[in-house]
């Protein structure tokens, strides 16, 4: 398993796509999913290095999966994202750090490709 992983949950499947092209371009191995159980199981066996995490998804929000992975005592980096309100992510981004996540960052989108790039580095 490489030491670069990256899993991504997002609806957005362009966005999605991107982020993963970019990810895999700086040697990150990858998985991509826009279900929030599927992302549950990915992310146990995966065990990823750099969470991408869509705030506003259909069937769940993404606040939902930042509680989850602070009960789960996630150590990976976190990406928080939405294309609504930024209000939202720095929610999300003070929640995550409140309940002891190690590294949580906000960006909108669209995010630009030197953006991505320097998060992921």
């Known amino acids: 398993m ?3 992983r990256a899993l991504i949950i997002d609806d ?3 966005f999605a796509d991107f982020v993963r092209q970019v990810a895999e371009g700086m040697d990150y191995e990858v998985r991509v999913t826009d279900q929030a159980e599927a992302f ?4 146990k066996e995966f065990d990823p290095t750099v969470i991408i995490l869509d ?3 259909p069937g769940v929000e993404g606040i939902e999966l930042v509680n989850w992975l602070a009960e789960e005592g ?4 976190i990406m928080v ?7 939202y992510v720095d929610f999300a981004k003070t929640i995550g750090s409140a309940r002891g996540l190690v590294e949580v960052q906000s960006y909108t ?3 630009s490709l ?3 790039r320097q998060a992921l580095s």
């Open 2 to 4: 490489s030491e670069k």
């Open 55 to 57: 705030m506003v998804m």
């Open 12 to 14: 957005e499947k362009l």
């Open 81 to 87: 994202v939405t294309g609504y309100n930024p209000n």
């Open 40 to 43: 549950k199981s990915i992310y």
């Open 109 to 111: 989108k669209p995010i």
């Open 114 to 116: 030197a953006d991505l």
């Open 74 to 77: 996630c150590s990976s980096r």
